[in-house]
Structures are given as structure tokens and as C-alpha cells.
């Protein structure tokens, strides 16, 4: 009998359309996590790794701004993003 691997991971999607903060679109664990990454990967989204931040925003209910006191973490990530962006469009 083969015995499946439980998938641990915790995933959170983010957009921000420029008015207000940032706000929870997606997240979950387990499977659903899983689906969140393939389908970031798959429209071409980055994705980064930090779990500290994804359990923070776990605690954001869906549809939600992100608090301030994820402001400048959240901004961190946005500005890596933007820059990866760049420079995958002057290569």
C-alpha cells in the first residue's frame, strides 16, 4: 500500500491595484496551497518563499487590506516582484 505524502504548505495570494493596501485574494494550506503556487507559476506570477509573512497574512480574512504592520514587508516583496519584472523585460 502506498502511502501519500501530506503537502504542509501555506500559500497566500496578494494583488494590489495601486488604491489602498494590498489585499488577501487567496490562501490556504495543504493542497490548497499547492493549487495557489501552481496557478501563480502557471500565469507567470513570482512566487517567494517566507514563511513568516504567509503566517502573518493568514490571519487576514479574504477580500481584506493587509494591516499596517505588514506594510513595509509586503512593500519589500512588491518592489523585488517589480524589479524581477524589469529585468525579465530587458532581457
Same mark, same amino acid.
Given at each position: 500500500?502506498?502511502?501519500? @505524502?501530506?503537502?504542509? %504548505?501555506?500559500?497566500?495570494?496578494?494583488?494590489?491595484? *495601486?488604491?489602498?493596501?494590498?489585499?488577501?485574494?487567496?490562501?490556504?494550506?495543504?493542497?490548497?496551497?499547492?493549487?495557489?503556487?501552481?496557478?501563480?507559476?502557471? *500565469?507567470?506570477?513570482?512566487v517567494q518563499n517566507n514563511e513568516v509573512l504567509v503566517?502573518?497574512?493568514?490571519?487576514?480574512?479574504?477580500?481584506?487590506?493587509?494591516?499596517?504592520?505588514?506594510?513595509?514587508?509586503?512593500?519589500?516583496?512588491?518592489?523585488?516582484?517589480? @524589479?524581477?519584472? @524589469?529585468?525579465? %523585460?530587458?532581457?
Amino acid at each position: 500500500m502506498k502511502k501519500e @505524502r501530506t503537502y504542509k %504548505k501555506k500559500a497566500v495570494a496578494l494583488a494590489y491595484d *495601486h488604491i489602498g493596501a494590498p489585499k488577501v485574494v487567496a490562501k490556504g494550506d495543504g493542497l490548497l496551497a499547492k493549487k495557489i503556487i501552481e496557478t501563480a507559476e502557471e *500565469h507567470g506570477i513570482p512566487v517567494q518563499n517566507n514563511e513568516v509573512l504567509v503566517e502573518a497574512l493568514m490571519q487576514v480574512g479574504l477580500s481584506k487590506e493587509i494591516p499596517p504592520e505588514l506594510y513595509q514587508t509586503v512593500a519589500e516583496v512588491l518592489a523585488f516582484i517589480y @524589479r524581477l519584472d @524589469r529585468t525579465k %523585460k530587458n532581457l
